[in-house]
């Protein structure tokens, strides 16, 4: 079974689980104690990682340390429907989100490690190149409900959407509202209504997808 | 704003064991403070002006004050139990009151909405009478009898289980939960929220177990109390207003639960109102 170095409340490895749980693949977790104890930075995680960062999946012979690449990694081995289709435009936009997560992780994750977690950085910086991010991504959306098409890369969900998800919809974690932009907290909600979907602390599932109550008594 | 009587209060203000020389440069109430280790290696905290702060060793924290301490820092007796595990879970920071997170962890009414399918699910929402009342003798808040539904209570939980719970309020910022402990049904789990109060919208937590579970590894035991103060910690956010309303004078009729209700009596008896808002009905 695939093995990934996991923390719970790291948008990152959130990522890598989200796609194992819309793929239906199933991982052994490993979990590292990032806070407080900071495991990732230690000698057994640094002979996997030199980065040290998480996450980091092992799946024999293969050790990835990129998100991105799990991403693709999963999706080319359980749902290849989730990776660019034959189209060159369609394959350029999935590349190019793919990038641009990263920009992602490092200004609106930085933002929430330092307003959450007491992580050093320049605030106003990160989020401020957080909040141009948003922007590009909320264009890039628009542009894309222009063309018909309801994801960032295709007309169906790519490993893209996946990539630019979680520290976006985690960026009220790191004071950065995401109420100027309603292109994307349409494409949030989509995501959160995919079969199969799951959540991490601070992304909750949509409540108003699931049965009343009531209803669901006076049936029985 | 003055401080008030909160002043001679203790607050906690680092994890003992990760600290180093260099110390943990933190506020407290406003003023900055540093938290570090003396040539001793015993933990040492000074204001800004380089004064020497009353400080305690306890429960896996320093402790500290900017005043002068008119008792000793709380007991929890477990603390000493042998057997138990001791889990420094971490700090998280919150943009909220110091007091909005205390009075938060003692709500349950919140589990099935906000820890959903961990501390509560739906349909099993109501919470059921429980006696809450000011202990004069030790000067605190206690909530008992307090039964909930819990679909995962803890870490070493099984399924689904009815939990007893006693809430306690031990000083302004300091709480501590007795829950059924799943492995050992005879003795209660003890889980504590320990705040600092940076400003009074903005607090430190400092979240602390003390549990019988053998099993479970540490990293999981603090990964599974990270994930249910994450989930608080976006609700805590986005409280309006952001300081604690207080009602001056009489007892106001709040939707809020008993606990909470008991907890701001106390709070007005002490004038214990950093991170407070008086408000005039
Ligand atoms: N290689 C990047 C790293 C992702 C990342 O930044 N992960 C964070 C946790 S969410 C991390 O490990 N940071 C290391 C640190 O901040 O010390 C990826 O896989 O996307
Ligand atoms: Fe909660």
Redesign the interface.
């Known amino acids: 079974m695939m093995k990934l170095y996991d923390?719970?409340?790291s948008p990152s490895c959130y990522k890598v689980r989200l796609m194992a749980a819309l793929t239906g693949t199933t991982l052994d977790l490993r979990?590292?104690?990032f806070?407080?104890?900071l495991?990732h930075r230690g000698p057994e995680l640094l002979a996997l990682n030199p980065a040290g960062s998480i996450p980091i999946l092992e799946d024999g012979d293969v050790l990835l340390t990129e998100s991105s690449a799990m991403l693709v990694y999963l999706a080319a081995k359980a749902a290849p429907d989730w990776l660019a289709g034959s189209d060159a435009k369609e394959a350029a936009r999935v590349q190019q989100w793919l990038s641009f997560s990263g920009r992602l992780t490092s200004s609106l994750g930085g933002a929430r490690l330092h307003?959450?977690?007491?992580r050093p950085g320049d605030i106003g910086a990160l989020q401020s190149s957080g909040i141009a991010a948003l922007r590009e991504l909320e264009l890039g959306l628009v542009e894309q409900a222009e063309r018909g098409q309801k994801f960032l890369a295709a007309d169906r969900p790519t490993v893209a959407d996946i990539a630019c998800f979680p520290y976006v919809a985690l960026a009220?974690?790191g004071?950065v509202s995401l109420d100027p932009y309603p292109a994307i907290r349409l494409w949030s909600r989509r995501l959160r209504s995919l079969p199969g979907f799951i959540e991490m602390?601070?992304i909750h599932?949509l409540?108003e997808l699931?049965p009343e109550?009531q209803l669901?008594?006076s049936e029985t | 704003m003055t401080v008030g009587p909160m002043f001679d209060e203790w607050y906690p203000v680092g994890?003992f064991g990760?600290l180093d020389a260099a110390g943990r440069k933190t506020m407290l109430m406003g003023e900055p403070i540093v938290v570090a280790r003396d040539d001793n290696g015993d933990a040492k905290v000074t204001d800004g002006t380089g004064r020497s702060l009353p400080v305690c060793v306890r429960y896996g924290h320093v402790w500290t004050s900017l005043g002068d301490p008119k008792k000793k820092l709380f007991a929890i007796p477990e603390a000493d139990q042998p057997g138990r595990r001791f889990v420094?879970?971490?700090?998280?920071?919150v943009?909220c009151s110091p007091l909005r997170a205390v009075e938060n962890f003692l709500d349950i009414a919140h589990f099935p909405?906000v820890h959903?399918d961990i501390l509560g699910a739906?349909?099993h929402t109501e919470v059921q009478a429980y006696k809450v009342e000011i202990r004069e003798d030790v000067d605190e808040v206690w909530a008992t009898q307090v039964e909930f539904y819990q679909p995962q209570a803890a870490k070493s939980a099984s399924g689904g289980i009815t939990t007893q719970y006693m809430y306690r309020v031990a000083g302004p910022t300091s709480t501590v939960l007795y829950k059924t402990c799943p492995p050992r049904p005879s003795e209660w789990d003890v889980i504590t929220l320990f705040v600092q109060p940076l400003a009074e919208d903005l607090c430190?937590v400092w979240p602390w177990m003390a549990l019988f579970d053998d099993d479970t590894?540490?990293?999981?035991l603090?990964?599974f109390q990270?994930?249910?103060f994450?989930?608080d910690?976006?609700i805590l956010?986005n409280q309006v207003p952001r300081l604690l309303p207080l009602d001056p004078g009489m007892e106001m009729p709040t939707r809020a639960d008993l606990t909470s209700v008991a907890y701001r009596r106390w709070l007005k008896r002490h004038n214990f109102t950093y991170g407070a808002q008086l408000v005039a009905q």
């Open positions: 923390y719970i409340l979990a590292v104690d806070h407080p104890g495991e307003e959450m977690l007491l009220p974690d004071g602390p601070g599932r409540h699931k109550p669901e008594k | 994890i990760q420094d879970v971490g700090v998280v920071r943009r909405f959903t739906e349909p430190d590894p540490m990293t999981d603090i990964h990270q994930t249910i994450l989930q910690r976006s956010e």
